[in-house]
């Protein structure tokens, strides 16, 4: 499958998971809940809420109709939470959209040799107004210390909150500690015009990227394609990344071993024993997987409060 057919197909469903997460509009639903702690159902025909009232929710509908605030008003606060809630979920799906897209396309892998500038940016942006535009919500949803620690809904909102500190914690670490010593690593790697014995560590530093060579094992010896146009940036035909074994892959392409046996080979690759990866690039992986784990529990406090 076509590389952006996979992205479009991504982004497809994430947008499906936002349509379907995003909560509808319920005016007595937190109120009442307020003041007699009753669930959905006491208002609801149905269970998880929304639609058609009962008796009791018709009732209820009604008496919060003669509270003193002006139509202008409640329509005002109405549209302007709906404005942020929309923006709040919009980033959230750039922000999940961009990690799960590293982490099941590009892999952790890909920015183990630093932060990529659109990630990271992506990241930053997010972040910022998320934090701004949860504030917001709360603010017209949570009333009390009492509401946020002694209802159902405030305590998840209490834990997507500590799990969104987490992420930001987390990415500030790596951005300022973590992300400098990966690219201090991969620039000390790459000393040009490097040949004779690699391992698969210093083949993983002439990536094409940046400036550096384009270097790429193949049947136990190394070739250098720096110089190719079709290996621009380091990657062949979109799909073939320098700086790896690409042995398999090469050998099924569409032509034959003469054409990579013609570029220069500049050394040979060597197998070494297992490496230890150094303490700040088993942080950086731990950080990644960490923050793909809170993802899926966010979305699984969205569906609660949905559909639990």
């Excluded at 702690?37 to 009232?53: N, R, S, T, V």
């Excluded at 909150?161 to 990415?171: E, F, H, N």
């Amino acid at each position: 499958m076509p590389k952006i057919v996979l992205q479009h197909l991504i982004g497809i469903l994430l947008f499906s998971a936002f349509v379907i997460l995003l909560p509808q509009g319920v005016g007595a639903t937190e109120e009442y809940a307020k003041q007699t702690g009753q669930a959905c159902a006491a208002c609801h025909i149905d269970p998880g809420g929304g639609g058609e009232l009962t008796m009791a929710g018709k009732a209820f509908a009604k008496s919060l109709q003669t509270k003193t605030v002006t139509p202008e008003r409640g329509t005002f606060v109405k549209e302007f939470r709906l404005a942020i809630g929309y923006i709040h979920f919009l980033t959230a799906i750039f922000w999940f959209g961009t990690i799960l897209y590293v982490h099941l396309i590009l892999k952790p892998a890909y920015a183990a040799s630093g932060l990529p500038r659109g990630e990271l940016r992506v990241g930053i942006v997010s972040m910022i107004v998320m934090g701004v535009t949860g504030s917001i919500l709360t603010y017209y949803r949570i009333s009390s210390f009492d509401t946020l620690f002694h209802t159902r809904f405030g305590i998840l909102l209490f834990i997507k909150v500590c799990l969104y500190l987490v992420m930001v914690i987390s990415a500030l670490f790596v951005i300022t500690i973590i992300g400098p010593r990966l690219k201090a690593k991969r620039k000390e790697s790459s000393i040009t015009g490097m040949t004779g014995e690699l391992t698969l560590e210093d083949l993983a530093a002439f990536d094409g990227k940046d400036g550096r060579p384009a270097y790429f094992a193949f049947e136990g010896k190394v070739y250098d394609a720096t110089q190719s146009k079709l290996w621009k940036q380091g990657i062949h035909m979109g799909r073939h990344n320098a700086g790896n074994n690409l042995t398999e892959a090469l050998s099924l392409a569409p032509h034959g071993s003469e054409k990579v046996t013609a570029m220069t080979a500049v050394g040979e690759l060597i197998v070494s024993g297992p490496r230890k990866a150094p303490m700040h690039e088993r942080v950086f992986f731990f950080m990644a997987h960490m923050n793909l784990t809170i993802v899926f529990i966010i979305i699984l406090i969205l569906s609660l409060w949905r559909w639990g």
